[in-house]
Structure formats: C-alpha cells, structure tokens
C-alpha cells in the first residue's frame, strides 16, 4: 500500500500529497515454524503488524479505505501488484507468483485460504518531545 507515484488518483497528485498517507510499520512473526518451512501449520504462527503515525484518520484509516480496500488501486498497468496480504472487502484475489528464485515459471495461490484476521486495538504512544519535557518536572 505504497504507490511511489503510481497511482492515478487527482487527490495524490503532486508526489507530496502521497507521501502525506505514509507510515512507518513493523511485521513481527510469532510461533514455532520447522527451519525448512515444510511443515503446514494449523494454528499458533502469525504476523503481528505495529504501525506508528501522526494523524491516524490520515494515515493508517485512509490506506485502509481508499488503498486496502479500493478495488481500482492500485491502478492496471501501474506495475503494482495487489498487497495479498491486506484486508480487503470481498477478499484478495489469486495472484501469480514465481516458481523460484529467477525462473519464469509462474503458479498462481489464493491468500484468503491461509490470511485470518484476528483482531486489532489503537494505542496512544506519547512524541519523544513529550517524553522529553517530562524530564526537567
């Protein structure tokens, strides 16, 4: 969910009014997975994803409606494939993927057989100039 110029939406143009929608994001994985990723796990593995921003309808709930869960983004032929890993309404669609590293053999796998979301909470983490002042009371 990062366009880097691609898209052809009026309200992004300039780059500038893109670059306000961006935030800085984390994904941790949790759970015990076999060293050669063979095994198929039921339950217990995930990706736990941490997003810091400033302004949260800005940010993190306008890349979540008008990008996650926009069917026309990102836009045909922008060379930009669709995050198959992003909550989108109707779910995700089947995607095309490599066979290997630098082979042209290509297979195509749906995420919505192996992507659950399990829930979601909004936390208040105070700047570091707030943090800071605290010092000198």
Request: hydrophobic fraction near 35%.
């Amino acid at each position: 969910m990062n366009p880097r110029g691609t898209s052809n939406s009026p309200s992004l143009k300039p780059l500038n009014n893109e670059r306000l929608h961006r935030i800085v994001r984390r994904g941790i994985t949790y759970g015990e997975r076999s060293p050669d990723l063979a095994d198929a796990p039921e339950s217990g593995v995930g990706l736990f994803f941490l997003c810091f921003q400033s302004n949260i309808s800005q940010q993190f709930a306008f890349l979540q409606k008008a990008w996650a869960n926009e069917p026309t983004f990102p836009p045909q032929g922008s060379g930009v494939d669709v995050d198959p890993l992003a909550v989108r309404a109707g779910g995700s669609q089947p995607q095309q993927w490599p066979t290997g590293w630098g082979e042209s053999g290509r297979f195509s796998f749906d995420f919505r057989d192996v992507v659950t979301l399990k829930g979601g909470e909004f936390f208040f983490a105070p700047s570091l100039p707030f943090l800071l002042a605290g010092e000198h009371l």
